[in-house]
T-cell receptor, first 112, second 115 residues
Framework: DAGVTQSPTHLIKTRGQHVTLRCSPI?????VSWYQQVLGQGPQFIFQYYEKEERGRGNFPDRFSARQFPNYSSELNVNALLLGDSALYLC???????????FGQGTRLTVV | DQQVKQNSPSLSVQEGRISILNCDYT??????FLWYKKYPAEGPTFLISISSIKDKNEDGRFTVFLNKSAKHLSLHIVPSQPGDSAVYFC??????????????FGKGTHLIIQP
């Protein structure tokens, strides 16, 4: 069985640009969450979707948005990129929200 | 304000001995706890979880203990193996409250298994 897949794996963007990150959950999982991890910190919660509806949002600015599609895949969008948005972005899927979540390998975003 | 704290940034243990990783939390709404292991350039890997209705959960070499009154949990790895060298994250969620806030992670403990 395929695990959680994220694309792209690495990305370099310029300040002010926007970026779209993609995630495909484990088959049968209906919940997808997004996390941001910066060096030396644990993953920080950004969004949670379940059955295509937003279930929760972390303390991130409105430049961050996400959606979940009918096939349960998800996109994370970040507008007006700042240098501080450079981080590893992790997608996690689970059968139910906040139960055992399985992570993808992440997308390393570098903003220059 | 950190709601999940892992106060040891690193821990060195000899191969074959027991590794004990600690985690404290402050939010009394947390009722579900998880441990993850992370290698460089990979996403976190789920290890073991525990609900607040239990005080112990075991899976092979991994055992998690939960002390609700002290708001403390620990992960025991016995025996420790070289492949256990990684960063370990403690995470918590308020499952019974709908879990709208996702998982809250600690900063991690870097476990180093010495040969």
């Amino acid at each position: 069985d395929a695990g959680v897949t994220q694309s792209p794996t690495h990305l370099i963007k310029t300040r002010g640009q926007h970026v779209t990150l993609r995630c495909s959950p484990i088959s049968g999982h209906k919940s997808v969450s997004w996390y941001q991890q910066v060096l030396g910190q644990g993953p920080q919660f950004i969004f949670q979707y379940y059955e295509k509806e937003e279930r929760g949002r972390g303390n991130f600015p409105d430049r961050f948005s996400a959606r979940q599609f009918p096939n349960y895949s998800s996109e994370l969008n970040v507008n007006a990129l700042l240098l501080g948005d450079s981080a590893l972005y992790l997608c996690a899927s689970s059968f139910l929200p906040n139960t055992e979540a399985f992570f993808g390998q992440g997308t390393r975003l570098t903003v220059v | 304000d950190q709601q999940v704290k892992q106060n040891s940034p690193s821990l060195s243990v000899q191969e074959g001995r027991i590794s004990i990783l600690n985690c404290d939390y402050t939010n009394s709404m947390f009722d579900y706890f998880l441990w993850y292991k992370k290698y460089p350039a990979e996403g976190p890997t789920f290890l073991i979880s525990i609900s607040s209705i239990k005080d112990k959960n075991e899976d092979g070499r991994f055992t998690v203990f939960l002390n609700k009154s002290a708001k403390h949990l620990s992960l025991h790895i016995v025996p420790s193996q070289p492949g256990d060298s990684a960063v370990y994250f403690c995470a918590a969620s308020a499952l019974s409250g709908g879990g709208a806030d996702g998982l809250t992670f600690g900063k991690g403990t870097h476990l180093i298994i010495q040969p």
